[in-house]
């Protein structure tokens, strides 16, 4: 399914003119003169979405939250030889299951700056699995999330946080029956997560059988990256290697679902994305931005997602 072009909000303050005012330096990004107010404008830098946030761009309305009653978690760590030091990871089950139970499995990455714990926006994993989506429990299937570190999930010297999901957090899983049928995995992410969960599918299409990503954090180029966030991508080749845009035709036997708000400041790269994608991925252009009520409005629709296509793959 193609984007669609849905509308943006009205503008009341430009965004030239918020910059003028000296607002547009934000999160450690130093804007100096138009070129830098061009690559904000275009969305860039992030500074585009404290824009946004002055004329309304960012106000969204998230669907109330309706649990039921948890299932079972379990949290440790683990020495990963894939990342060279111990890191922590959460398991959790749906309502009336815990270990010894075998299900389908969501890997769940998590963003820049976050943690196994921190890997759902708003809600712990187990009350993430504990959803009712349109009045419906979610189909059974546990949840797994480890500390991937700052490096957008893409091998760094000394550090491959996505061998350490591939060949160490899903092996753990796996030992205690989850995500063991065929194609029994999905991957779910937000912002450098959900770059990672696209990631994953694309290199794993063998593995994972859904993706839903929401908010993923998208450059086009290694210098785009580079000049946002240097520790991204440890080269050019190695962006080259990890581009989710190029590999995107991976995913052709995989269920995507990506959404992006209109005014987050990765949309050009999700949209660039979304050309690449097969022509039968879920992609939702919607208002909003890089902000956690965009997540949160978000993740109950991916979750949905992701259990009606590992429904019954156990």
Same mark, same amino acid.
């Given at each position: 399914? !193609?984007?669609?072009?849905?509308?943006? #909000? +009205?503008r009341? *303050?430009?965004?030239r003119?918020?910059?003028?005012?000296?607002?547009?330096?934000?999160?450690?990004i130093?804007?100096?003169?138009?070129?830098?107010?061009?690559?904000?404008?275009?969305?860039?830098?992030?500074?585009?979405?404290?824009?946004?946030?002055?004329?309304? $761009?960012?106000?969204?309305?998230?669907?109330?939250?309706?649990?039921?009653?948890?299932?079972?978690?379990?949290?440790?760590?683990?020495?990963?030889? /894939?990342?060279?030091?111990?890191?922590? &990871?959460?398991?959790?089950?749906?309502?009336?299951?815990?270990?010894g139970?075998?299900?389908? *499995?969501?890997?769940?990455?998590?963003?820049?700056?976050?943690?196994? =714990? #921190?890997?759902?926006?708003?809600?712990?994993?187990a009350?993430?699995?504990?959803? =009712?989506?349109?009045? =419906?429990?979610?189909?059974?299937?546990?949840?797994?999330?480890?500390?991937?570190?700052?490096?957008?999930?893409n091998?760094?010297?000394?550090?491959?946080?996505?061998?350490?999901?591939?060949?160490?957090?899903?092996?753990?899983?796996?030992?205690?029956?989850l +995500?063991?049928?065929?194609?029994s995995?999905?991957?779910?992410?937000?912002?450098?997560?959900?770059?990672?969960?696209?990631?994953?599918?694309?290199?794993?299409?063998?593995?994972?059988?859904?993706?839903?990503?929401?908010?993923?954090?998208?450059?086009?180029? &290694?210098?785009?990256?580079?000049?946002?966030?240097?520790?991204?991508? /440890?080269?050019?080749?190695?962006?080259?290697a990890?581009?989710?845009?190029?590999? $995107?035709?991976a995913?052709?036997?995989?269920?995507?679902?990506?959404a992006?708000? *209109?005014?987050?400041?990765?949309?050009?790269?999700?949209?660039a994305?979304?050309?690449?994608?097969?022509?039968? /991925?879920?992609?939702?252009?919607?208002?909003?931005?890089?902000t =956690?009520?965009?997540?949160?409005?978000?993740?109950?629709?991916?979750?949905?997602f992701?259990?009606?296509?590992?429904?019954? !793959? /156990?």
């Amino acid at each position: 399914m !193609r984007p669609r072009p849905d509308a943006g #909000s +009205g503008r009341r *303050l430009t965004r030239r003119g918020a910059i003028g005012l000296g607002l547009g330096g934000l999160a450690g990004i130093v804007v100096a003169g138009a070129a830098g107010t061009e690559l904000v404008a275009s969305g860039v830098l992030p500074g585009r979405q404290f824009l946004d946030q002055i004329d309304g $761009a960012c106000t969204v309305a998230a669907p109330p939250m309706v649990f039921g009653t948890a299932g079972h978690s379990m949290s440790g760590t683990f020495y990963s030889a /894939a990342r060279r030091r111990r890191v922590g &990871y959460t398991i959790a089950y749906p309502p009336g299951h815990g270990p010894g139970s075998r299900l389908p *499995l969501i890997v769940a990455l998590h963003a820049y700056g976050g943690s196994h =714990r #921190s890997a759902l926006s708003g809600m712990s994993l187990a009350q993430g699995l504990a959803l =009712r989506v349109g009045g =419906r429990p979610l189909p059974p299937m546990a949840i797994a999330a480890a500390d991937g570190g700052g490096g957008y999930w893409n091998p760094h010297p000394g550090d491959n946080p996505m061998a350490m999901i591939t060949d160490e957090l899903i092996p753990r899983c796996q030992r205690l029956g989850l +995500g063991t049928g065929h194609r029994s995995i999905g991957a779910f992410g937000i912002s450098m997560g959900g770059y990672g969960a696209l990631l994953l599918a694309e290199q794993h299409p063998e593995m994972v059988a859904a993706v839903a990503a929401v908010a993923p954090a998208i450059w086009t180029s &290694y210098a785009q990256a580079r000049a946002v966030n240097p520790g991204a991508y /440890a080269s050019a080749r190695a962006f080259a290697a990890a581009d989710a845009v190029t590999h $995107a035709p991976a995913l052709a036997t995989v269920a995507v679902r990506v959404a992006s708000g *209109l005014s987050d400041p990765f949309h050009p790269g999700v949209a660039a994305l979304a050309r690449s994608l097969p022509p039968d /991925a879920v992609v939702r252009f919607v208002p909003g931005c890089h902000t =956690r009520s965009f997540f949160i409005a978000q993740e109950p629709a991916s979750l949905s997602f992701l259990g009606a296509h590992l429904a019954g !793959r /156990a």
